[in-house]
Nanobody, 126 residues
Framework: QVQLVESGGGLVQAGGSLRLSCAAS????????MGWFRQAPGKEREFVGA????????YYADSVKGRFTISRDNAKSTVYLQMNSLKPEDTAVYYC???????????????????WGQGTQVTVSS
């Protein structure tokens, strides 16, 4: 079992930055692919990005590529989402998730993730 707790959300002006953290408890964090997803009101949950279990590779949705960066610290059992140049359309609840699936093609599929955090709200004002 893995428990995930996100933090770092809040209200920021367009063009600003936020860093989200996702702290994991439980065993074997370092063996999981970690993903970030978001869900805006009235919309389906969408893939933001993912990082491999080693931290060696990251993958991003086109909508955030070049603005968001995912990293992880396996010693601290924590994954991060650095968000820069935020836009009002980035407003959503952000979730981190853990997956045992190491297949890159699976990363955007939320059904491939085994554990989820409770989410943290990010609001970007114009």
């Amino acid at each position: 079992q893995v428990q995930l707790v996100e933090s770092g959300g809040g209200l920021v002006q367009a063009g600003g930055s936020l860093r989200l953290s996702c702290a994991a408890s439980g065993r074997f964090f370092s063996t999981y692919t970690m993903g970030w997803f978001r869900q805006a009101p009235g919309k389906e949950r969408e893939f933001v990005g993912a990082i491999t279990w080693t931290g060696g590779r990251t993958y991003y949705a086109d909508s955030v590529k070049g603005r968001f960066t995912i990293s992880r610290d396996n010693a601290k059992s924590t994954v991060y989402l650095q968000m820069n140049s935020l836009k009002p359309e980035d407003t959503a609840v952000y979730y981190c998730a853990a997956s045992t699936d190491r297949n890159r093609s699976s990363f955007p599929n939320d059904r491939r993730y085994d554990y989820w955090g409770q989410g943290t709200q990010v609001t970007v004002s114009s």
